[in-house]
């Protein structure tokens, strides 16, 4: 049976796409070309920060100096959190070997890429979290070295409990400098850094497009696009709660999607009629971008049961699942595609962007079908290798050369051949293509 749309959204991701992609690509040709001048000019054009790049150690622990007692014990409980869940994960990593027949053994090994970016978006909110996020998990995996950059406000630098978190959680070196400029000088190496091997972390549009050009050169977490999130909820949900749930990530922009699923219309109405007076408690620029969202790119969707309610999760594959509902193993076990789950109301979307652990760089706009979020995987490469007796070779050596003819690859035929030839100069083989 189709699901009822009680509240439908007007725009979609795929609606709202400006144009960046010819700018970015300009940004990026020109500081590849100009160096460490041309996003110094970027730098000084788009953040106004005319002073040092690298943060000195000095800066920083001017930085340290400023954030107060109570937001550093903070942001130590979220850092340990986060690192202990990365540890978690980092143990679930195995090197292994087997021996594939008698005298053929095979493995493979766990390598940290050698230089990782990070960047922490500025702009409107200061993204504490997103230092923590990126950097301890890039740490955790054993990343040699590690960049990160932020950017910075006029004639202050980067904020001083950004520069506090990037310091605690290991970062090696600090940019003062974000956008595209501060993306191309860690993919590029500018100011005496190493070229990165990954860039993780999200950002505006600007930054994601620029992210987006460059992978293949580099790595990246992920595309990103607005971040979204869906609670599902029954009728024994507090509808002042998922209100709440919703209008919370609603405030991230004015494009970010948040969804209702429920199959009671009486939860479902209940909400709808709370939002609007939600939106109105917070700030001004907080309530603007809530009020759009919500307006735009909400949707309240209503289902026959508990099956079809995991039939749309699963359709939509949401960044961000909220289950309030009742029997939360069952969510657990019959969900599939989510970048994180939140279950039950004692947690929330909140928890998992600032101090709960998992992490909070996830897949957007469906991505959920196919990847995961950020984690210590990421920043590691999933190596293999081999090994051989010569008696382990001959079976291999003689089912190699006789696929690679079928397959009209002489040459890779020939480099079998040569071992039987060596190892075995008394035996005969027939080593023909047969089809």
């Not at 696009?225 to 709440?244: E, H, K, L, Q, R």
């Given at each position: 049976m189709p699901v009822t749309y009680l509240k439908t959204a007007v725009k979609t991701a795929e609606t709202d796409q400006s144009d960046v992609q010819q700018t970015v690509a300009d940004m990026l040709h020109a500081i590849e070309g100009g160096g460490e001048k041309a996003a110094t000019e970027y730098c000084r054009a788009f953040d106004g920060w005319d002073g040092d790049i690298v943060a000195g150690r000095d800066m920083i622990d001017a930085a340290i100096e400023q954030v107060p007692d109570q937001l550093k014990s903070d942001i130590r409980f979220a850092h340990d959190n986060i690192g202990r869940f990365a540890e978690a994960q980092r143990s679930t990593i195995q090197d292994c070997q087997i021996d594939v027949i008698p005298g053929l053994t095979a493995g493979q090994r766990q390598i940290p890429v050698s230089a990782a970016g990070c960047y922490v978006p500025g702009?409107?909110?200061?993204?504490?979290?997103?230092?923590?996020?990126?950097?301890?998990?890039a740490k955790v995996a054993g990343v040699p070295h590690i960049t990160a950059c932020s950017p910075p406000k006029p004639g202050a630098g980067i904020p001083a409990p950004?520069?506090?978190?990037?310091?605690?959680?290991?970062?090696?070196?600090?940019?003062?400098?974000g956008g595209v400029q501060g993306i191309a000088a860690m993919a590029y190496?500018?100011?005496?850094?190493?070229?990165?091997?990954?860039?993780?972390?999200?950002?505006?549009?600007?930054?994601?497009?620029?992210?987006?050009?460059?992978?293949?050169?580099?790595?990246?977490?992920?595309?990103?696009?607005?971040?979204?999130?869906?609670?599902?909820?029954?009728?024994?949900?507090?509808?002042?709660?998922?209100?709440?749930?919703?209008?919370?990530?609603?405030?991230?922009?004015?494009?970010?999607?948040?969804?209702?699923?429920?199959?009671?219309?009486?939860?479902?109405?209940?909400?709808?009629?709370?939002?609007?007076?939600?939106?109105?408690q917070l700030p001004k620029i907080n309530a603007q971008n809530a009020e759009a969202a919500w307006r735009d790119y909400a949707e309240i969707i209503l289902c026959v049961d508990r099956d079809e309610m995991v039939q749309t999760a699963d359709r939509y594959a949401p960044e961000h699942l909220h289950v309030q509902a009742k029997n939360l193993d069952w969510w657990l076990e019959n969900l599939s595609s989510y970048g994180s789950l939140f279950l039950g109301e004692e947690t929330t979307v909140a928890f998992g962007d600032k101090a709960a652990g998992p992490n909070h760089v996830l897949p957007t706009s469906g991505a959920a079908r196919y990847t995961g979020g950020l984690s210590v995987h990421k920043f590691m490469k999933t190596v293999t290798w081999q090994r051989a007796t010569r008696e382990g070779a001959k079976p291999v050596a003689e089912a190699t050369a006789r696929i690679s003819r079928l397959e009209g690859m002489e040459g890779h035929a020939k480099t079998a051949d040569i071992r039987l030839e060596k190892y075995f100069p008394q035996e005969t083989f027939d080593l023909r293509a047969t089809s």
């Open positions: 702009g409107r909110y200061s993204h504490i979290a997103s230092a923590i996020m990126t950097i301890t998990t950004i520069l506090f978190t990037m310091d605690l959680c290991g970062a090696d070196v600090i940019l003062n400098m190496g500018l100011f005496g850094l190493p070229k990165a091997d990954i860039l993780v972390g999200p950002g505006n549009q600007f930054v994601a497009e620029a992210k987006r050009l460059l992978f293949g050169q580099v790595g990246i977490d992920m595309f990103a696009g607005p971040t979204d999130s869906m609670v599902i909820a029954d009728a024994s949900a507090d509808p002042t709660v998922v209100a709440w749930d919703l209008v919370g990530q609603a405030e991230h922009g004015y494009n970010s999607p948040v969804w209702l699923v429920t199959d009671s219309e009486a939860l479902a109405n209940q909400v709808r009629a709370l939002v609007p007076g939600l939106i109105a």
